[in-house]
């Protein structure tokens, strides 16, 4: 599927006595790539080493699958192109949904696999976690998960993020709510990092849209909650005193709790807004449960932006069927990292830091900037809601409105990011 003559699919679990310590790996700085790269001095080179991060196993399994897809289209794209001059070779690394894991993943793709550039993590918590492990071996890092503070107030020179963040998602969900639903919201948040930023996002932006935003009821059931009876009847107590419910939660755990809540009739007492509800995994796994739902959206592949068409019409060809978020992300992810090697002419990731911080590039969604201030992807965002399909049962999208990445960006001042 990749081509390349050491391109092969590891998924370590990387458990046992021959795992690398969460925390007991030396730095590594300034040690990625040639030695004669170390001090600036760039020299040729065929391969580029990248270290796949991805929970294969557990609640995200199924997005994890869908993200490595787009990464692995990206890398046979680049290895394929003459555009570039380099071959990107990578091992995958099975992080799961734990800070340890994924700490034990990106240690072992450096220090064994001499990897100076790393991707994956849906995970907010486990994503935040190699943030550091990026910054102390000062390797690149794309992550796959949305919690602010990956490119805010936890961000470093060594992170840039393709993917969509909270922030940028609650800006479109805010304004679409305020508007057309009210300001009174109860919220059922995923009691972890992402959940957590979901709400802070979302109730920042009510405060500054509507004088009548108050916080009517919180619940906040586990990460990998399964019963969700005690949560849902809490919140239909409340349903007469609100005017949303605001879901921050993704995966199987926005799957069952949508299951859940649909079987109690919860969809009928008030509107459910989310952020991951457009998600073709979750609108798949809740089936008629999805249904109505409204959803902040990163990506539908029928959004007619950038190279999109083309990224499609690829996907479906590799995959039989179409692509989804995290498959945009993971490819994403790679093409803008590929960018950045190819005009700065080095694999030295300290070299390549300086071309794709402010770098503009063609992407699915037309030119997107990494910004400066916070070396995050200025993308579009539109807000959705599911509905009934014509076929089958499987929900479909209608997009609702529509924020360009200037619009959908937090102030630079307000992100906590200082680099």
């Known amino acids: ?88 070779e990578f091992e995958e690394y099975d992080t799961q949904l734990n800070a340890e894991d994924g700490v034990q993943a990106a240690n072992q793709a450096i220090e064994r696999d001499e990897a100076g550039f790393l991707t994956g993590a849906i995970s907010s918590s486990v994503a935040l976690a190699i943030n550091e492990v990026a910054l102390d071996n000062e390797v690149i890092y794309t992550p796959g998960a949305a919690d602010v503070s990956i490119t805010g107030s936890n961000c470093n020179e060594y992170v840039f993020r393709f993917e969509t963040s909270t922030a940028q998602i609650a800006e479109v969900m805010s304004q679409w709510t305020a508007d057309e639903l009210g300001g009174r919201i109860m919220y059922s948040i995923a009691d972890y990092a992402y959940g957590h930023s979901v709400k802070e996002e979302f109730e920042n932006r009510m405060q500054e849209l509507t004088d009548d935003y108050e916080d009517v009821e919180t619940v906040e059931p586990d990460a990998g909650a399964e019963d969700f009876e005690a949560f849902i009847t809490q919140l239909m107590d409340s349903a007469d005193d609100a005017d949303a419910l605001v879901v921050g939660a993704t995966g199987g755990h926005l799957i069952r709790f949508l299951s859940q809540a649909h079987g109690r009739g919860l969809h009928d007492e008030i509107p459910i807004v989310t952020t991951t509800a457009s998600f073709a995994v979750v609108r798949g796994g809740a089936g008629e449960a999805a249904y109505d739902v409204y959803s902040g959206t990163r990506y539908v592949p029928d ?117």
């Open 1 to 88: 599927m990749v081509s390349g003559s050491n391109n092969h699919r590891r998924r370590d679990l990387l458990r046992g006595a021959g795992a690398l310590g969460a925390t007991g790996i030396a730095s590594l700085a300034g040690c990625i790539g040639d030695p004669d790269e170390a001090d600036g001095e760039d020299e040729d080179f065929d391969t580029v080493q990248f270290g796949v991060l991805e929970p294969f196993t557990g609640d995200f399994a199924e997005l994890a699958e869908e993200r490595n897809q787009g990464e692995r289209l990206a890398i046979e794209h680049v290895n394929e192109s003459d555009e570039y001059d380099f071959e990107i």
């Open 303 to 419: 959004v007619d932006t950038g190279t999109n068409p083309e990224f499609v019409e690829a996907y479906e060809d590799e995959y039989g069927a179409p692509p989804d978020n995290f498959s945009r992300v993971g490819y994403g992810s790679i093409t803008m990292v590929a960018e950045a090697i190819q005009e700065a002419g080095s694999r030295n990731p300290a070299t390549v830091r300086e071309t794709l911080s402010g770098m503009t590039f063609e992407s699915i969604f037309g030119d997107v900037e990494i910004r400066e201030c916070d070396q995050q992807a200025m993308n579009p965002v539109w807000m959705g809601q599911n509905v009934e399909p014509d076929d089958g049962d499987v929900a479909a999208v209608d997009l609702l409105a529509e924020l360009d990445g200037e619009g959908a960006a937090p102030d630079c001042d307000d992100t906590g990011c200082e680099l």
